[in-house]
C-alpha cells in the first residue's frame, strides 16, 4: 500500500478547488463523490434510471458553469446542490407530464424539503462507498483480497489465514493497516461534505 504521508491532509478546499475548471482532479474527486448521490436522490423521487443519469449531468453541467459564482456568506454548498437538483428533477417531471398526460403532485417546496431530508442518508452511504473505492484502488491485490475476506465477508482472521496461507499476525496487521486508510478516507471525505454542508 502507499504511503499514507503523501494523502493530503484535507478535501476541505474541494468545492473551492472545482472553481477551476482546468482542476481536473478536484473534478473528478467531485464527481465520484456527488454524482452517484445525486442518482440516487433523482431515482428516490422516482425518476427512471436514464432520466435519473441525464439530471444527474445536467445538475453537473450547471454547477460547473456557476461554482465560481456560489457565495459561502449565503448560504450553503449543500442547500445549493439541492435545489439546483430539485428544480432540474421538477422541470423533467413537468415535461414527463406534458407527455404523457401524468399529474405531478409534488410541489417545488416539498420536493426539495423531501430531498433535503434524504441527503443525510444518501450521504452516508456515498462517503463510505467512495472511501472502500478508493482504498481498494490504493491497496495491492493481496491486501485487499485479504480486508474483503475478513471484513466484508465476515471470514474469520483464523480461516483467512490458513485459506492465504498466511501467519495470523500478518492477517490482523493488514486488516488493521486497510482499516486506519478507511478511516482517515471517511475523515477526508466527511470534512468535505461538512464544508459543502455548510457545518
Wanted: aromatic share 10%; hydrophobic share 45%; with cysteine.
Amino acid at each position: 500500500m502507499g504511503d499514507v504521508g503523501r494523502w493530503p491532509s484535507t478535501q476541505a478546499t474541494l468545492i473551492g478547488k472545482i472553481c477551476d475548471w482546468r482542476d481536473d482532479t478536484a473534478w473528478k474527486q467531485f464527481v465520484d463523490l456527488y454524482a452517484p448521490l445525486l442518482y440516487r436522490l433523482c431515482r428516490r423521487r422516482q425518476l427512471q434510471d436514464s432520466d435519473a443519469a441525464d439530471v444527474v449531468q445536467i445538475v453537473l453541467a450547471r454547477v460547473g458553469r456557476a461554482v465560481d459564482q456560489f457565495d459561502r456568506q449565503r448560504g450553503r454548498f449543500r442547500a445549493w446542490l439541492i435545489t439546483i437538483t430539485s428544480r432540474e428533477i421538477y422541470r423533467w417531471r413537468q415535461q414527463r407530464q406534458i407527455r404523457s398526460g401524468e399529474v405531478v403532485q409534488e410541489s417545488m417546496e416539498f420536493l426539495q424539503a423531501a430531498m433535503e431530508a434524504d441527503w443525510t442518508a444518501e450521504m452516508q452511504v456515498q462517503v463510505f462507498d467512495t472511501a472502500l473505492e478508493r482504498v481498494r484502488e490504493q491497496c495491492d491485490p493481496e491486501a485487499w483480497e485479504t480486508f474483503q475476506l475478513v471484513w466484508l465477508e465476515s471470514k474469520s482472521p483464523q480461516q483467512v489465514a490458513v485459506e492465504l496461507g498466511k501467519n495470523i499476525q500478518w492477517v490482523y496487521r493488514l486488516r488493521r493497516k486497510v482499516l486506519d486508510r478507511l478511516r482517515q478516507e471517511v475523515e477526508l471525505l466527511t470534512a468535505d461534505a461538512l464544508v459543502a454542508a455548510g457545518a
